[in-house]
């Protein structure tokens, strides 16, 4: 008998839901009866253009129906790693909701952003349902969503183990000052904006108020590193304290700058009415030389094409914000990404500005990059939110995790438990337990199975194979489409009736990192000419690693297709996002040319 792939529960306490009540339910719902008369009567929408499209969409709800539901205990308790005055903003939304906190940081140090005595009135410090373990090293990691395991080393030996429901990362930045860069010997004449802005507070006379005359000083920002909101907008609040305190005259100097966020626009014209001014250099940096007692900045102005010399009383260097020493390692247990600078979240934008590749674990403030006290607040509000949709009152009715195994055909060899980019695999009493509650149904670990046991319920092998059309003498294209990005740019494309190739058949897939080399063999094993795998873009792929996955797997096949004497070209893997239809009409056009131009191939095999 065919062995049957069972779905995966998280817990072993899973228990469905009444089956009667679910499928009573659900049958009366209007998409489940427009679902179930499409499917008998097809030729009632055959007449529409676009019922390709509409039965594309009708299987998907189908197979969403399809799915039992399962009541999940999880933990009510949240780990909050941070300190200062954002962490103890997490801490307070999640008291408020009724969930225990045990809270801990890395590093004993005075916060850069936000100190505790600043925090307002409507933020008690709570001591009731919060467990305080002080400085730990996170050491282990492990379980899923709703109930984690946690172990903690204390003073550097003790070890601590604990059951957390969720994650949230409050961690601070760390300030680097950054004059070293420049080499400039002339300490007098320089300074940071923060060393600047306690001169300010503190009416220090020796660092600019000493003249008489109008001071003349030059912000430079963004030719280290690239400048960010947060700390843009304190050099310039810093230069409008110089303007009303010392009658300055101000020139900002400038490269890399992230300039979005609240209020920024404001500000900046704020700053040109107090007649600061704003200078843009592009791939030049200005020279910056001790002369005797002084300085002296020059710079070719782009829109003169001259050379401007300043010789300034004071230069403010923007200062870069560091991610917190031992993001990596936290980030290694955690088995979260990390983005380019170091900081928690990975560059994905699906993640921004709370969520990180794994469910049940958030970031919030300056752990994914320095932020305003005011922004870090409101994320420590929409990460307590998120908390309570995960463990809600500690039970969650959930639908049963779309990936299922033949357990006895596992060769426990941990692929799937690498590969997964949501967490969603933990391994217990060697065999992988795939996590409802953080599978998304991406199908990655199904392409990469080596024993290929693994099968996800709305997408498995038999119902994508089925869809590759069968030889014929018309040209045939395959395009296995990614549902997040290119499926529904041929959607778009269909229904704006755009001039796609006669013989193209799209195949939707969860994420083209489900398209595994038996697939893309299957199509030219029946005939087809050409197939191409469109994802997402790699840097808003929604399942993190799917989309890179796919390039990769798709230059291997290439390989593979030369030693069956199959032209490479008949195989191409292209990033379309969901609206790009005109991207993907002409991505399949050039393709049909190109295969137009090697010709129409025999079936092998
Ligand atoms: S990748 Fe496949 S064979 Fe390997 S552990 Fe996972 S399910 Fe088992
Ligand atoms: S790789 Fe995708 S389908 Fe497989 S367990 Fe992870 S999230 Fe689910």
Redesign the pocket.
Known sequence: MEPRYEPQLTLSDAAPVNASDRIEGRKKTPLAALAFYYHSYPQLLSYCDFSVVFSHYLTMIQKELELNRVEIQVSRKVLVVGTGLISQGVIHELIEMGYEVISTYAEDRAPEQGHLSDRPSSMPIHTDGVEVLGPTELVRFGGDPGRFNVSFKIDGARLLEKDVGAVILATDCELDEDLDAWKIECAKRVSSVSRLITALDAKDNGLFLEKTAPLTCVFVCGFTHSSNPYSLRKAINASLGLVSEANARVIFLMEHLEVADYGMERLTHKARDAGILFVRLSGTRPEIKSIGQGLRVSYIDEILGDEVQITPDLVVFEEAYRPPKGASQIADVLGIHLDRRGFFQGDNVYNRPIFTNRAGIWVVGSANGPISLEEGLKEAKAAALEVSKLLGDGTRRVEE???GIIRRRCSACLT?FR????G??SFNDRRPI?SAL?????????AECPMGV?Q?HDFNDDELKAQIPVSSSALNLVAFTCQNSAFEAWSYASMMGLPLPAGLKVIRVP?AGRVGVDLVLSAFKAGVDGVMVLACHHESCK?VSGSLTAEERIKGIKGLLEKIGLEDERLIFAGIGPGMAFDFVKTAQEMEKTVLSLGKRRTYG
Do not use: E, M, T
């Not at 590969?419 to 949501?422: A, D, E, K, L, R």
């Open positions: 995790c779309r990936a799937c590969v997964c980019p949501h969603a695999v795939f953080a599978c998304k149904g991406c199908g990655i670990c199904v693994i996800l994420c399942s």
